[in-house]
């Protein structure tokens, strides 16, 4: 039972174009949510965080919106820069809870 | 403070052994979690540690995996009698109370089974 899911494995972008990253999930009592960056051989970086009680959140270049309703997230990255190539996962958290449940990654690759 | 750290980086070992992790986390950090991470997956949950209490295990770590925190600060995760579908990469994250800003993760321990 699959409860966050990112069905992109992967997604090809050009150096200066937005990025849009997307997740569903099916519960809806997470309240918080994440997105995390991974390069090989490394752990997961936290990149940006959302509560389930906004439905936008900026930093840089990137901003997370929230649709509550379609209970659908999206990371944007604007503009994408080479640096940016990683694996992206996004994490939801259960109310009431300290754990997250992790999506199962979006390739970010940047075409030539 | 270098943040997390965990060791070994990479362990390979031979089915039926027993192997231990190490996990030191950001010292501030109460709380500790085990993750592990297979090929293709996201991170999956295993337990997670409040100071030295462990508040919650998944059904994913059978009775062969154990997970310690002895006196609140640094944890081992001990796996006996390893199968070849314990090949994952098992990652450690610490946080504060607050975990609103989710998890400080280390880089893994890679573990294969042969």
């Known amino acids: 039972d699959q409860q966050v899911k990112q069905n992109s494995p992967s997604l090809s972008v050009q150096e200066g174009r937005i990025s849009i990253l997307n997740c569903d999930y099916t519960n809806s009592m997470f309240d918080y949510f994440l997105w995390y960056k991974k390069y090989p051989a490394e752990g997961p970086t936290f990149l940006i965080s959302i509560s389930s009680i906004k439905d936008k959140n900026e930093d840089g270049r990137f901003t997370v919106f929230l649709n509550k309703s379609a209970k659908h997230l999206s990371l944007h990255i604007v503009p994408s820069q080479p640096g940016d190539s990683a694996v992206y996962f996004c994490a939801a958290r259960l109310g009431g809870t300290y754990k997250y449940i992790f999506g199962t990654g979006t390739r970010l690759k940047f075409l030539a | ?114």
Request: glycine share 8%; charged share 25%.
């Open chain 2, 1 to 114: 403070d270098t943040g997390v750290s965990q060791d070994p980086r990479h362990k390979i070992t031979k089915r039926g052994q027993n192997v231990t992790f190490r996990c030191d986390p950001i010292s501030e950090h109460n709380r500790l979690y085990w993750y592990r991470q297979t090929l293709g997956q996201g991170p999956e949950f295993l337990t997670y540690f409040q100071n030295e209490a462990q508040l919650e295990k998944s059904r994913l770590l059978s009775d062969r995996f154990s997970a310690e925190r002895p006196k609140g600060s640094f944890s081992t995760l001990e796996i006996q009698r390893t199968e070849q579908g314990d090949s994952a990469m098992y990652l450690c994250a610490s946080s504060f109370l607050d975990s609103n800003y989710g998890y400080t993760f280390g880089s893994g321990t890679r573990l294969t089974v042969v």
